[in-house]
């Protein structure tokens, strides 16, 4: 990974959100999602190109490759289960968004797995 993971996994994990709903991802459309100039995203996709996680989609889009689509859908589990569970203990919903955004990239595996069953328990 980069000198900033969290950086990458924010990327990844934007492309992953705007491809669920786009039927191509441009530049332009993680621009405005990330709040980012076209040229800090046209670095970053040559960052991410370069390391494998992304790759372009027929000139115009960006692509997840299946290394990247991995980090992607982690790091959302991640932001959806801890948006949940905040909330779920009494967070407002803007908050608990902005929380989960930053702990999503440093909680440890052992403690999401833990958090995650203990919100699937309490919910089910």
Not at 27 to 34: G, I, R, W
Not at 42 to 50: A, F, I, N, Q, T
Not at 74 to 103: K, M, N, Q, W
Request: charged fraction near 30%; aromatic fraction near 8%.
């Amino acid at each position: 990974m980069p000198a900033s993971s969290e950086s990458l996994e924010m990327y990844l994990e934007d492309i992953y959100v705007l491809s669920q709903k786009l039927d191509v991802v441009r530049p332009v459309d993680l621009a405005k999602k990330m709040g980012f100039s076209k040229p800090t995203i046209s670095e970053w996709m040559g960052k991410l190109r370069d390391q494998g996680y992304v790759e372009p989609d027929n000139g115009t889009g960006l692509h997840l490759t299946a290394k990247g689509e991995t980090v992607a859908k982690s790091v959302y589990e991640r932001h959806v289960v801890l948006c949940h569970l905040f909330e779920l203990i009494g967070v407002t919903p803007e908050t608990a968004e902005e929380d989960a955004c930053r702990v999503e990239h440093y909680i440890s595996d052992e403690t999401f797995d833990c958090m995650k069953a203990y919100y699937e328990k309490a919910t089910s």
